[in-house]
């Protein structure tokens, strides 16, 4: 993958955080998947009154990637506006191992430029997939 790319996924990851729908916490989270095709899903988290609905960025770009037909993804970046680089919760890392190989990367972002660089299997080890059904 060329660093332009990788940069201009990120940029968009970065993008999303503004229109992020989070007037209860304020804590805004963008999201940037990546097919293998190369096409790209932004993400975001989308609140609610009842908070137990709110929806995670990842889960936002996979369910509209999904919706419009897409299972073959390539690169996940997610970004916070966090001193250290967003850490994804427990849900979304479920979904990651649902939807994506084991290696995949994911690129994990926060302020000032802080980045790191992980697997899904690295998020989510032993996790539970078909296989265990
Ligand atoms: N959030 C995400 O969007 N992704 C994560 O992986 C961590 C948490 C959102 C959910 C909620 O809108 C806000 O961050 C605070 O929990």
Redesign the pocket.
């Known amino acids: 993958m060329k660093q332009e790319t990788k940069q201009e996924w990120k940029d968009s990851a970065i993008a999303a955080l503004d229109k992020a729908y989070?007037p209860y916490?304020h804590?805004p989270?963008g999201a940037c998947l990546v097919t293998k095709s190369g096409k790209t899903y932004q993400g975001i988290?989308i609140?609610n009154a009842s908070f137990g609905l709110?929806n995670?960025?990842?889960r936002t770009a996979f369910f509209k990637a999904v919706s419009e037909g897409e299972s073959e993804f390539a690169h996940l970046v997610?970004a916070g506006h966090t001193p250290e680089p967003?850490?994804?919760?427990g849900a979304?890392r479920q979904v990651m191992a649902e939807f994506c190989s084991p290696e995949m990367p994911v690129t994990l972002l926060g302020d000032n430029g802080v980045e790191k660089q992980m697997t899904v299997r690295e998020l989510l080890p032993y996790a539970f997939t078909e296989e265990d059904l």
């Open positions: 989070v916490s804590f989270v988290n609140e709110t995670c960025a990842e997610v967003i850490s994804p919760c979304c």
